[in-house]
């Protein structure tokens, strides 16, 4: 059974940067899409990002395009969320997942795996 562990969340002002990171382990990382969602107090879970087995391809919500970078290190078992120019809207637990297919896809349905999720608060 896979497990995924997040970190690198925390406080940070508007237009300030993070950097998140999932970890991966007991599952062929290389084999599976990974993804990024969140999920706001009182709102539902939501698709922030994803990228291909291999990382050459990736897609992201409207939302966070222009801003956000997904990327993965297949040889450390390992994915990447970089956050630039963060807005106090972005403030929201992050999750990461593991899919059930090797193409990148922005459904919920399709991810089998979750982290613990890793919060993040930007304030104004």
């Known amino acids: 059974q896979v497990q995924l562990v997040e970190s690198g969340g925390g406080l940070v002002q508007a237009g300030g940067s993070l950097r998140l990171s999932c970890a991966a382990s007991?599952?062929?990382?290389?084999?599976?899409?990974m993804g990024w969602f969140r999920q706001a107090p009182g709102k539902e879970r939501e698709f922030v990002a994803t990228?291909?087995?291999?990382?050459?391809?990736?897609y992201y919500a409207d939302s966070v395009k222009g801003r956000f970078t997904i990327s993965r290190d297949n040889a450390k078992n390992t994915m990447y969320l970089q956050m630039n120019s963060l807005k106090p809207e972005d403030t929201a637990v992050y999750y990461c997942?593991?899919?059930?297919?090797?193409?990148?896809?922005?459904?919920?349905?399709?991810?089998?795996?979750w982290g613990q999720g890793t919060q993040v608060t930007v304030s104004s």
């Open positions: 007991g599952r062929t990382f290389s084999n599976y899409a």
């Open positions: 990228i291909s087995l291999s990382g050459s391809s990736t």
């Open positions: 997942a593991a899919a059930k297919t090797s193409a990148r896809t922005a459904r919920y349905s399709q991810y089998d795996t």
